[in-house]
């Protein structure tokens, strides 16, 4: 009985990454081995919980949570193609700091163009959690994330680009 109600509370209304959900599926398998006439000591139980518990979290509760879930993005995904405001000057080579979506990052200017403080650059890609950025035509407009997805499937798509 418990079991079910860790994993009700787990899919109804909390959000804990679903461990509350193998706790729960552990604690049932115990119960019903209890219930089949299988006799285990109190010790025996504790450790088949805790077994099944672990076991199952490891094995299944990461590509469950991502598959009904659906992954987080990652940093590069959200920031290659955004635009991002240094906060000094920036000569080719160098490393800085620009600010996207309200936060400071390490950048690097990995073009050929100096970028001066305030001037907006764009991400072209991500070393780890640092930003590869290069100087922005001030006159581009910025790409959605909506127009940078189509424009990469377009590429990779030759009929999109008037070849038959």
Request: aromatic share 8%; with cysteine; net charge negative.
């Amino acid at each position: 009985m418990v079991g079910i109600g860790l994993m009700g509370l787990e899919l109804m209304l909390v959000d804990a990454a679903f461990y509350l959900l193998f706790i729960g599926f552990a604690a049932c398998v115990v119960g019903l081995i209890a219930m089949v006439g299988i006799d285990l000591p109190i010790w025996g139980q504790y450790i088949a919980f805790a077994a099944l518990a672990g076991l199952s979290v490891m094995g299944f509760r990461e590509g469950l949570y991502r598959r009904l879930r659906g992954g987080s993005r990652s940093v590069e995904q959200t920031a290659k193609g955004r635009r991002v405001r240094v906060d000094r000057d920036l000569a080719p080579g160098q490393m800085g700091r620009a600010e996207l979506q309200g936060t400071w990052w390490d950048a690097y200017n990995i073009g050929n163009e100096l970028i001066t403080s305030n001037e907006m650059a764009t991400v072209v890609t991500t070393d780890g959690i640092a930003l590869n950025i290069v100087r922005t035509d001030p006159y581009e407009p910025e790409k959605s994330e909506e127009q940078e997805e189509q424009g990469e499937s377009m590429r990779e798509d030759p009929r999109s680009q008037g070849h038959a």
